[in-house]
């Protein structure tokens, strides 16, 4: 089946640094989305992206849509501490499929 | 709008008993879905629905049962609980095929 491969793992860094993970599919997808989640709490939906080459913000957060169809990016620029959580990258590779998740990149901020 | 809600939010089966996991969504959304997670994997989707009265098997449906009378609601059955079926359980629902999707704030059952 479909996979999706999310990096890094996980991620230690210090408050105002920037951010950058991705993932990457075996296939072509026409969908990427980026999710946050906090402990205890269901994933949140930060960024959608439904055209190759596309690049969306939100707020400090941009992701890009790769121009492969294979990959997407996720950055966020100058962490702050209320970033920590686990962000996950879904994916859509055709019609009529479910969306596949990555297991996702674990964020630590410290300040 | 509340959007996705899920009750309950924390539940202790022993093997063998069933129980029913709520799900409601307050945006109109045709299609819902239900997902478990485990530590450290991502979502695996265990059944969704593209409306009232239409269900189909997710990649994990094994063990349990769902279904949609309303355009509201999409319960998980769960008949015979057994261990394997500790895990947080997600509920999400989505007005288009292929759109984002919302999260309920999940139930963590735990088999004993």
């Known amino acids: 089946g479909q996979q999706l491969n999310q990096s890094p793992q996980s991620m230690f860094i210090q408050e105002g640094e920037d951010v950058s993970m991705n993932c990457t599919s075996s296939s072509i997808f026409n969908t990427w989305l980026w999710y946050k989640q906090e402990p205890g709490e269901g994933p949140v939906l930060l960024i959608a992206?439904?055209?190759?080459?596309e690049l969306t913000s939100n707020g400090r957060l941009t992701a890009q849509f790769g121009i492969t169809r294979k990959d997407s990016f996720l950055n966020i620029s100058a962490s702050i501490p209320s970033d920590v959580g686990i962000y996950f990258c879904?994916?859509?590779?055709?019609?009529?499929?479910?969306?596949?998740f990555g297991k996702g990149t674990t964020l630590s901020v410290s300040s | 709008n509340a959007g996705v809600t899920q009750t309950p939010k924390f539940r202790i089966l022993k093997i063998g008993q069933s129980m029913t996991l709520q799900c409601a969504q307050d945006m109109n959304h045709n299609y819902m879905y239900w997902y478990r997670q485990d530590p450290g994997m991502g979502l695996k989707l265990i059944y969704y629905s593209v409306g009232a009265g239409i269900t189909d098997k997710g990649e994990v449906p094994n063990g349990y049962n769902v279904s949609r009378s309303t355009t509201e609601d999409f319960p998980l059955r769960l008949e015979l609980a057994a261990p394997s079926q500790t895990s947080v359980y997600f509920c999400?629902?989505?007005?288009?095929?292929?759109?984002?999707?919302?999260f309920g704030p999940g139930t963590r059952l735990t088999v004993t």
């Open positions: 992206l439904y055209k190759a080459g």
């Open positions: 999400a629902s989505s007005y288009g095929e292929g759109r984002e999707q919302y």
């Open positions: 879904a994916g859509r590779w055709q019609a009529g499929t479910a969306l596949i």
